[in-house]
Nanobody, 120 residues
Framework: QVKLVDTGGGLVQPGGSLRLSCAAS????????MGWYRQAPGKERELVAT???????NYGDSVKGRFTVSTNNDKNAVYLQMDSLKPEDTAVYFC??????????????WGRGTQVTVSS
């Protein structure tokens, strides 16, 4: 079992910045990819950014050039630096970790989510 604790959300004005953090613990040996997804009211959960242990990064189209995902040397935490925030970035942001079984990602873990609100 893997536990994810995601923190750092809050209220910020348009154009501002926030940094989200997620700490992973438990059986993280086979966790190969971590990242962030978000869900706005009435919408489906969507990709924000993911990063693999080998450094492969993937961003959702709506955040490219504004958000930066990173991890630590121990590969047990993932961060999301969010700059130039827009009202449409308002959502609950969920930390995600994906387990690799040698052939594919076979299990996903989720944090409880942290609310990000962009409003003046």
């Amino acid at each position: 079992q893997v536990k994810l604790v995601d923190t750092g959300g809050g209220l910020v004005q348009p154009g501002g910045s926030l940094r989200l953090s997620c700490a992973a613990s438990g059986d993280i040996f086979n966790i190969h990819r971590m990242g962030w997804y978000r869900q706005a009211p009435g919408k489906e959960r969507e990709l924000v950014a993911t990063i693999t242990h080998s450094g492969g990064i993937n961003y959702g189209d709506s955040v490219k050039g504004r958000f930066t995902v990173s991890t630590n040397n121990d590969k047990n935490a993932v961060y999301l630096q969010m700059d130039s925030l827009k009202p449409e970035d308002t959502a609950v942001y969920f930390c995600n970790a994906a387990r690799w079984n040698g052939l594919r990602y076979d299990l996903q873990y989720w944090g409880r989510g942290t609310q990000v609100t962009v409003s003046s």
